[in-house]
C-alpha cells in the first residue's frame, strides 16, 4: 500500500483541530420567523436565486394533508376489539389482507388488545409474539471492535458474520452456534480471508453466502496515481455447513470488476445485487448496475432500463427479496424541474433480470430508503419516515397513519414475516398492513431511525440483532415458537 | 351480521379517550416543534458543512426542519431527538448534493452568481484541512462532518446515516485517503509552479 498510517492520522487530528476552532454561523432569524410562521404560509417559496422551491411547497402541502389524515382518523376511528373474539382486524383497500395471525404458533397469552385501525386500512393489534433477547458480547472474538454484518442459519446452526476492525485494517470474523447462547468462533485465518473485510451474509441454495470487499489498495491506483478513483475489489465466499468457505473465483467474479455492491438480497428468485461501477479516472461519473444470480456463485447483468430512460437520473437505495421476485425503492429526479427535485420511485421484477417501475403514490415526494417484504405485502420507508405499502410491488400507496412507525428502530424481513424492533416494543406484519405488537424483553434504547436495514435478521424461532453501538449481539427469542 | 361484518363494523372510541389521543398527540407535535426550534442552529451549521454553502446549508435547513414536524408523531422517545433530527439533515443534503450531481449538465446559471462572503465558504477555503473535503463525494463529506465536527462515534454515525458500522469505517477511510491524495496532489502542484 502506498500510504502511511501516520500520514492519515496526521489528517485526522487536522480534521478534529480545523472543526474545533471553526467559528460557524448560527442558523439565519429568517430562517426561524419562517419557520414559526409555518401555518400562514402560502406564499409559493423560492430559493436564494429566485427558483420555486417545490421541494418546500410539496412538503407544506404534504404537512397539512398529514394534519387532515390525522385529524380524520381521531375522529373515525379506533376500535377496541378483544383479541379472543375474532383475530386481528381485517383491512378494506384494495391490499390483500391476510385473517390469520403471522405466527403459525399464538403469542403468548394476553389481556384483550386494542386493535387500532386507521382509515387508510392499516392497523395494529397487541396481540403479536414477543422477543426476549440475550446480549452476547463479541469482544472476545477478535482483538479490536468486532462488529456483526449479517447472520444465517444452517442445518439449525445459527451463523453471525462480523468484522475485527480497527480504521484502517479488517479481519472476518465468523461465528456460529446451535443453541444461540454458545457461540464458537470458525476458523477464518486462512488465504481465501486474507486482506478482505466482510459486508453481508446471505442464505443460497445449498448454503450460504458471504459477501465482502479487499482491504488493499486498488492496483489501478497504487503509487498514488492521480486521478485514480480506488476501489476495494468486491469479494464472496460460498459454505454449505457454515464452516468452511469456499472464495469464488476471479472468473465468477468478473461481473463485479469495480462495482461496490451496496444493497443485495436473497429469497425465492435468486439473488440481486445493486451496484455502482466506478470508474478508473475520478472525474467519469460513477454508473448504477444491477446483478442477478440464481445461487450466488454465476452472475450476469440484469435489465434496469430506466437507468438510461430518466434524463435527470435515479437512485435506488435498497433491494429486498419477495415472495413474487424482488422490489427496489429509491427516487428519481424529476425531469420537469431539470432535476432540482425528487421524488420516491420504487421498481419491480419477477426474475430479477429485466425491471419495471412500479406505481407511486400520487404526490410522493421524499426519496424511498428502504424496504421489507412479508408473504402478503411489503413496505418502504422514505427519508422523512413516510411509509409506503403494497400487496405486489406493483403499485404502492402512502400509509401516513401506518401504526408501526414509531421514530426508531430497525426493519428487516424474511420474506414472510416483516418486523420491527423499536425500543420497548417488536411488530410483525405479513403485508405491512396489519401489524402484532409484542414486547421486547428487555428494550433496545439506542437504534436508528426507523427503517434501518441490515442490522437484524429473522432466522425462524430466532431473531438476531446487532447491538446498537456495535459491539455485541442481540439474540432473540419469539415467543411460542 | 355475518362474522366478517362484525370484524369490520366501527367501534367508537368514547370521547373521552379520543380527546386524550388527541391531546398526546398535540403535546408530542408541541415538544418536536419546541426541539426542532432549539435545533436549528446545530442543523444550519451541520448542512452548511457538508454542502460548503449557506444557501443551500439555509434550504436544507428548512425543508429537514418541515420535515421533522411532519414527522413528529413518528418520534417516541424525545432523548433521541438529535440523532433523529441529525438524520433528516443529512438525507436532505445527500439528496441535496446528489441533485445537485445529476443536473451539472443542465444549464443552471453560473457558479459566479454565489456571494464571496458565504461563511462555509469562507471557512473551508481559508483551511488547508477542511478544503480537503471539497474532494469527497456526499457520503463521503457527511460521514467525515459526523466523526470529526459533530465528535461522534462510528456507531451513531452509523445510526445516523442508517448504513452498518463496517460501511461507516470503510467510507471513512476512503475519504482520508481521498483526502490525502489531493493533498499530495496540492503539494506537488505548488512545488512545481515553484
Same mark, same amino acid.
Given at each position: 500500500?502506498?500510504?502511511? *498510517?501516520?500520514?492519515?492520522?496526521?489528517?485526522?487530528?487536522?480534521?478534529?483541530?480545523?472543526?474545533?476552532?471553526?467559528?460557524?454561523?448560527?442558523?439565519?432569524?429568517?430562517?426561524?420567523?419562517?419557520?414559526?410562521?409555518?401555518?400562514?404560509?402560502?406564499?409559493?417559496? *423560492?430559493?436564494?436565486?429566485?427558483?420555486?422551491?417545490?421541494?418546500?411547497?410539496?412538503?407544506?402541502?404534504?404537512?397539512?394533508?398529514?394534519?387532515?389524515?390525522?385529524?380524520?382518523?381521531?375522529?373515525?376511528?379506533?376500535?377496541?376489539?378483544?383479541?379472543?373474539?375474532?383475530?386481528?382486524?381485517?383491512?378494506?383497500?384494495?391490499?390483500?389482507?391476510?385473517?390469520?395471525?403471522?405466527?403459525?404458533?399464538?403469542?403468548?397469552?394476553?389481556?384483550?388488545?386494542?386493535?387500532?385501525?386507521?382509515?387508510?386500512?392499516?392497523?395494529?393489534?397487541?396481540?403479536?409474539?414477543?422477543?426476549?433477547?440475550?446480549?452476547?458480547?463479541?469482544?472476545?472474538?477478535?482483538?479490536?471492535?468486532?462488529?456483526?454484518?449479517?447472520?444465517?442459519?444452517?442445518?439449525?446452526?445459527?451463523?453471525?458474520?462480523?468484522?475485527?476492525?480497527?480504521?484502517?485494517?479488517?479481519?472476518?470474523?465468523?461465528?456460529?452456534?446451535?443453541?444461540?447462547?454458545?457461540?464458537?468462533?470458525?476458523?477464518?485465518?486462512?488465504?481465501?480471508?486474507?486482506?478482505?473485510?466482510?459486508?453481508?451474509?446471505?442464505?443460497?441454495?445449498?448454503?450460504?453466502?458471504?459477501?465482502?470487499?479487499?482491504?488493499?489498495?486498488?492496483?489501478?491506483?497504487?503509487?498514488?496515481?492521480?486521478?485514480?478513483?480506488?476501489?476495494?475489489?468486491?469479494?464472496?465466499?460460498?459454505?454449505?455447513?457454515?464452516?468452511?468457505?469456499?472464495?469464488?473465483?476471479?472468473?465468477?467474479?468478473?461481473?463485479?470488476?469495480?462495482?461496490?455492491?451496496?444493497?443485495?438480497?436473497?429469497?425465492?428468485?435468486?439473488?440481486?445485487?445493486?451496484?455502482?461501477?466506478?470508474?478508473?479516472?475520478?472525474?467519469?461519473?460513477?454508473?448504477?448496475?444491477?446483478?442477478?444470480?440464481?445461487?450466488?456463485?454465476?452472475?450476469?447483468?440484469?435489465?434496469?432500463?430506466?437507468?438510461?430512460?430518466?434524463?435527470?437520473?435515479?437512485?435506488?437505495?435498497?433491494?429486498?427479496?419477495?415472495?413474487?421476485?424482488?422490489?427496489?425503492?429509491?427516487?428519481?429526479?424529476?425531469?420537469? *424541474?431539470?432535476?432540482? *427535485?425528487?421524488?420516491?420511485?420504487?421498481?419491480?421484477?419477477?426474475?430479477?433480470?429485466?425491471?419495471?417501475?412500479?406505481?407511486?403514490?400520487?404526490?410522493?415526494?421524499?426519496?424511498?430508503?428502504?424496504?421489507?417484504?412479508?408473504?402478503?405485502?411489503?413496505?418502504?420507508?422514505?427519508?422523512?419516515?413516510?411509509?409506503?405499502?403494497?400487496?405486489?410491488?406493483?403499485?404502492?400507496?402512502?400509509?401516513?397513519?401506518?401504526?408501526?412507525?414509531?421514530?426508531?428502530?430497525?426493519?428487516?424481513?424474511?420474506?414472510?414475516?416483516?418486523?420491527?424492533?423499536?425500543?420497548?416494543?417488536?411488530?410483525?406484519?405479513?403485508?405491512?398492513?396489519?401489524?402484532?405488537?409484542?414486547?421486547?424483553?428487555?428494550?433496545?434504547?439506542?437504534?436508528?431511525?426507523?427503517?434501518?436495514?441490515?442490522?437484524?435478521?429473522?432466522?425462524?424461532?430466532?431473531?438476531?440483532?446487532?447491538?446498537?453501538?456495535?459491539?455485541?449481539?442481540?439474540?432473540?427469542?419469539?415467543?411460542?415458537? | 351480521?355475518?362474522?366478517?361484518?362484525?370484524?369490520?363494523?366501527?367501534?367508537?372510541?368514547?370521547?373521552?379517550?379520543?380527546?386524550?389521543?388527541?391531546?398526546?398527540?398535540?403535546?408530542?407535535?408541541?415538544?418536536?416543534?419546541?426541539?426542532?426550534?432549539?435545533?436549528?442552529?446545530?442543523?444550519?451549521?451541520?448542512?452548511?458543512?457538508?454542502?460548503?454553502?449557506?444557501?443551500?446549508?439555509?434550504?436544507?435547513?428548512?425543508?429537514?426542519?418541515?420535515?421533522?414536524?411532519?414527522?413528529?408523531?413518528?418520534?417516541?422517545?424525545?432523548?433521541?431527538?438529535?440523532?433523529?433530527?441529525?438524520?433528516?439533515?443529512?438525507?436532505?443534503?445527500?439528496?441535496?448534493?446528489?441533485?445537485?450531481?445529476?443536473?451539472?449538465?443542465?444549464?443552471?446559471?453560473?457558479?459566479?452568481?454565489?456571494?464571496?462572503?458565504?461563511?462555509?465558504?469562507?471557512?473551508?477555503?481559508?483551511?488547508?484541512?477542511?478544503?480537503?473535503?471539497?474532494?469527497?463525494?456526499?457520503?463521503?463529506?457527511?460521514?467525515?462532518?459526523?466523526?470529526?465536527?459533530?465528535?461522534?462515534?462510528?456507531?451513531?454515525?452509523?445510526?445516523?446515516?442508517?448504513?452498518?458500522?463496517?460501511?461507516?469505517?470503510?467510507?471513512?477511510?476512503?475519504?482520508?485517503?481521498?483526502?490525502?491524495?489531493?493533498?499530495?496532489?496540492?503539494?506537488?502542484?505548488?512545488?512545481?509552479?515553484?
Amino acid at each position: 500500500m502506498s500510504w502511511t *498510517t501516520p500520514e492519515l492520522e496526521s489528517l485526522e487530528l487536522r480534521l478534529r483541530d480545523a472543526f474545533r476552532r471553526a467559528d460557524l454561523p448560527a442558523a439565519p432569524g429568517r430562517l426561524r420567523t419562517e419557520l414559526e410562521t409555518l401555518p400562514a404560509a402560502t406564499r409559493v417559496p *423560492t430559493d436564494h436565486r429566485g427558483h420555486i422551491r417545490l421541494s418546500r411547497s410539496s412538503a407544506l402541502g404534504t404537512l397539512l394533508a398529514a394534519a387532515a389524515v390525522i385529524a380524520t382518523v381521531a375522529v373515525g376511528l379506533p376500535l377496541l376489539q378483544p383479541r379472543s373474539q375474532t383475530g386481528p382486524a381485517s383491512a378494506t383497500g384494495s391490499h390483500l389482507v391476510p385473517t390469520t395471525t403471522p405466527s403459525s404458533t399464538p403469542g403468548p397469552t394476553l389481556s384483550p388488545q386494542p386493535v387500532v385501525m386507521a382509515s387508510d386500512g392499516s392497523s395494529i393489534s397487541g396481540d403479536g409474539p414477543s422477543i426476549t433477547w440475550t446480549n452476547v458480547p463479541l469482544a472476545r472474538f477478535g482483538s479490536n471492535i468486532v462488529s456483526a454484518v449479517g447472520a444465517g442459519q444452517i442445518g439449525g446452526t445459527l451463523v453471525v458474520a462480523a468484522n475485527d476492525s480497527t480504521q484502517n485494517d479488517a479481519k472476518p470474523v465468523i461465528i456460529d452456534s446451535r443453541n444461540g447462547i454458545d457461540w464458537t468462533k470458525v476458523p477464518t485465518d486462512g488465504a481465501e480471508f486474507a486482506n478482505a473485510r466482510l459486508d453481508y451474509l446471505l442464505s443460497v441454495p445449498g448454503g450460504l453466502l458471504l459477501v465482502g470487499e479487499s482491504i488493499l489498495m486498488d492496483p489501478l491506483c497504487a503509487g498514488g496515481a492521480t486521478g485514480c478513483n480506488p476501489v476495494s475489489a468486491t469479494l464472496m465466499w460460498h459454505s454449505s455447513d457454515g464452516r468452511t468457505w469456499q472464495p469464488l473465483s476471479a472468473a465468477e467474479l468478473a461481473p463485479f470488476d469495480r462495482v461496490w455492491i451496496y444493497s443485495i438480497s436473497a429469497g425465492a428468485k435468486g439473488l440481486v445485487a445493486f451496484g455502482l461501477h466506478q470508474p478508473v479516472e475520478q472525474s467519469s461519473p460513477d454508473q448504477s448496475v444491477v446483478f442477478h444470480s440464481v445461487d450466488g456463485t454465476g452472475w450476469v447483468s440484469a435489465n434496469f432500463p430506466d437507468q438510461n430512460g430518466e434524463p435527470a437520473g435515479l437512485d435506488v437505495q435498497n433491494v429486498t427479496a419477495s415472495p413474487s421476485g424482488f422490489v427496489a425503492v429509491g427516487y428519481v429526479n424529476t425531469a420537469a *424541474t431539470g432535476g432540482q *427535485t425528487a421524488e420516491g420511485a420504487a421498481w419491480y421484477s419477477e426474475d430479477g433480470l429485466t425491471w419495471t417501475r412500479a406505481a407511486a403514490p400520487a404526490g410522493a415526494t421524499d426519496g424511498m430508503l428502504y424496504s421489507a417484504a412479508g408473504s402478503a405485502g411489503m413496505v418502504a420507508v422514505a427519508t422523512d419516515n413516510a411509509v409506503w405499502v403494497s400487496a405486489d410491488g406493483r403499485a404502492w400507496q402512502t400509509d401516513e397513519t401506518s401504526p408501526f412507525i414509531s421514530g426508531s428502530g430497525w426493519l428487516t424481513s424474511d420474506g414472510n414475516e416483516i418486523l420491527v424492533i423499536s425500543g420497548g416494543s417488536v411488530a410483525w406484519s405479513l403485508n405491512g398492513m396489519t401489524w402484532h405488537r409484542g414486547e421486547s424483553i428487555p428494550p433496545m434504547p439506542g437504534l436508528g431511525t426507523v427503517g434501518t436495514t441490515n442490522r437484524a435478521w429473522i432466522l425462524g424461532a430466532t431473531v438476531i440483532a446487532a447491538s446498537p453501538d456495535d459491539l455485541s449481539l442481540y439474540v432473540g427469542r419469539v415467543a411460542g415458537r | 351480521m355475518n362474522e366478517a361484518d362484525d370484524v369490520l363494523a366501527p367501534v367508537r372510541l368514547p370521547q373521552r379517550m379520543k380527546r386524550t389521543m388527541l391531546g398526546n398527540q398535540r403535546e408530542t407535535d408541541e415538544q418536536v416543534a419546541r426541539l426542532v426550534s432549539g435545533g436549528l442552529d446545530r442543523a444550519f451549521r451541520l448542512a452548511g458543512l457538508i454542502l460548503g454553502y449557506a444557501p443551500d446549508a439555509e434550504d436544507v435547513t428548512h425543508d429537514a426542519a418541515i420535515r421533522a414536524l411532519k414527522s413528529a408523531r413518528t418520534l417516541r422517545d424525545v432523548a433521541a431527538f438529535e440523532a433523529w433530527f441529525d438524520r433528516i439533515v443529512v438525507n436532505a443534503c445527500r439528496d441535496r448534493i446528489r441533485r445537485n450531481r445529476r443536473v451539472r449538465f443542465v444549464s443552471l446559471g453560473p457558479d459566479d452568481d454565489r456571494p464571496l462572503a458565504d461563511p462555509f465558504q469562507a471557512l473551508i477555503d481559508h483551511d488547508e484541512a477542511l478544503r480537503l473535503i471539497r474532494c469527497l463525494d456526499p457520503d463521503e463529506r457527511a460521514v467525515v462532518v459526523l466523526h470529526y465536527w459533530a465528535d461522534l462515534p462510528l456507531g451513531e454515525v452509523a445510526l445516523r446515516l442508517g448504513w452498518p458500522v463496517g460501511t461507516v469505517k470503510t467510507r471513512l477511510h476512503r475519504a482520508l485517503e481521498a483526502m490525502r491524495d489531493e493533498e499530495r496532489v496540492r503539494v506537488s502542484g505548488k512545488v512545481a509552479s515553484r
